[in-house]
């Protein structure tokens, strides 16, 4: 059998199993879209999605800001979401062990092309595609 590895949910604090380099990561408590996500499991590019009033996104232009109304954005293209895998130290039946543990760098993230023609981008857990 494939040996399993702790994650965490970073919206929730669900722990769940994962194998190594596992990707496409969904928190199966909340849904939430976590760390690297391949091509054909993201949204396609000229989809178009919502984002909600209030929500945070960065422009490239601004830095980071937040929606003042929910408004329309065509997706000019994804950003996969980053994970890390590296060696950690866990307490483990009473013992230290050395072990890969997962780290959750980002999650995928749709960008648009903002005002003035600079990118906008915003986590995919904080839009709604139509
Ligand atoms: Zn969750």
């Not at 199966?28 to 996104?57: A, M, R, V, W």
């Not at 830095?63 to 109304?69: D, Q, W």
């Not at 072990?99 to 960008?111: F, S």
Request: proline share 4%; glycine share 8%; net charge positive.
């Amino acid at each position: 059998m494939e040996r399993k590895y702790n994650a965490t949910c970073p919206f929730c604090g669900h722990h769940f199993k994962v194998t190594y380099l596992q990707v496409n990561l969904i928190c199966e408590d909340c849904n939430y879209i976590i760390g690297y996500h391949e091509d054909d499991k993201l949204p396609e590019q000229g989809s178009f999605f919502l984002l909600p009033k209030g929500t945070t996104y960065h422009s490239m232009l601004k830095g980071n800001v937040f929606s003042r109304r929910k408004t329309k954005k065509k997706l000019h293209h994804m950003l996969n979401g980053v994970v890390n895998w590296h060696n950690g130290t866990v307490f483990e039946n009473g013992h230290y062990i050395v072990r890969p543990c997962l780290l959750i760098e980002d999650n995928p993230k749709v960008r648009w092309v903002g005002s003035g023609n600079y990118w906008c981008s915003a986590d995919i857990n904080n839009v709604e595609f139509l």
